[in-house]
């Protein structure tokens, strides 16, 4: 009777345990409990990507020592003004700090406009993360279609690449910017599709290029976007060393220089100023991307589509402002 009792007493415990294996069975498969995937596949997550329009943790370079600046740069953000700036004589205009992305101050900074050599920024960005300056360029008669604004490039002729950006920062020739595109990319359509995949990863998300220099076509970007660009653009020293310079020598291929003068007008007014592009077509009007630094303070501003006999004051009244000089 003893292992009778015993018996019954066994096959009760295996029953309970059986049960509460099912149990932990099915619990598991439904989901209720446990962390672990079923069947070996992970449980599917929702992913909702967040852009970062404007990065705030980008390494920042010395400054070029073409150009007498802080030599802190940046080193502190900027204060914002306890008013804001009169209201521009323009299109849109966008303030940003210089060394934090943050925007000052809007006036349609999200409008879509052409932005004519502008542009140029991001030309000479692309052009910088691919290939080495000190290679040459050996021009191509397509290389030559690009009026008005033009260097007088030659179907044979060989040039620095790096002296090519030079002088496309500093006088912004049209034929300049081709040659430099079909050079980098092997085509000028091939490296409209690098500007436009560089603009998306400068956070650039309401800009499209049709081409490297500007001119007239299905193309747009914003203020905001565009100072975007610059910021990035304040970080490279190459960049740098090239849209604060004044002046330039440029050796032609037969061996003589010409002296060519920025087309910046700012930077020979202020020694604070420190950049960075000029741009005119009929579609844009009057467009500048600026830049300028005072006891480690620096900022960005751009003024698109303004009357020719505005955009240096509004730009400087921007910078002013921003700067709190």
Request: with cysteine; net charge positive; hydrophobic share 40%.
């Amino acid at each position: 009777m003893f292992i009778g009792a015993c018996l019954r007493h066994l096959y009760s415990v295996m029953a309970v345990m059986r049960l509460f294996a099912l149990f932990a069975c099915l619990t598991t498969s439904l989901g209720l409990i446990g962390c672990e995937s079923v069947g070996g596949r992970e449980p599917a997550v929702s992913y909702i990507p967040t852009a970062t329009p404007i990065p705030v943790a980008v390494p920042v370079p010395e400054m070029p020592v073409s150009r007498s600046l802080p030599s802190n740069f940046p080193s502190r953000p900027l204060a914002l003004p306890s008013s804001p700036p009169r209201t521009p004589h323009c299109a849109s205009a966008c303030v940003m700090d210089a060394l934090t992305g943050r925007v000052l101050y809007s006036h349609n900074g999200s409008q879509r406009r052409q932005v004519a050599s502008t542009q140029k920024l991001v030309t000479a960005l692309v052009v910088l993360d691919h290939g080495s300056l000190n290679s040459n360029v050996v021009i191509e008669p397509s290389d030559t279609h690009a009026d008005p604004t033009k260097l007088g490039l030659r179907a044979g002729q060989t040039y620095n690449k790096g002296e090519l950006l030079h002088a496309l920062m500093v006088r912004s020739y049209n034929d300049v910017a081709l040659a430099l595109a079909r050079d980098t990319a092997g085509s000028v359509p091939r490296f409209v599709n690098m500007m436009n995949a560089k603009a998306r990863s400068m956070g650039m998300y309401n800009s499209r290029f049709a081409n490297p220099n500007g001119l007239p076509a299905d193309q747009y970007s914003t203020a905001i976007d565009m100072a975007r660009c610059a910021y990035f653009a304040y970080r490279n020293p190459s960049l740098r060393n090239m849209v604060c310079t004044p002046t330039f020598n440029f050796s032609l291929s037969s061996g003589r220089n010409t002296l060519l003068r920025n087309t910046n007008k700012l930077l020979e007014k202020y020694p604070w100023v420190t950049g960075m592009k000029t741009g005119y077509t009929n579609a844009a009007g009057r467009c500048l991307v600026s830049s300028g630094g005072v006891n480690g303070r620096h900022a960005i501003v751009v003024v698109l589509g303004c009357k020719p006999s505005l955009i240096w004051q509004e730009s400087e009244n921007l910078l002013k402002w921003a700067l709190q000089i």
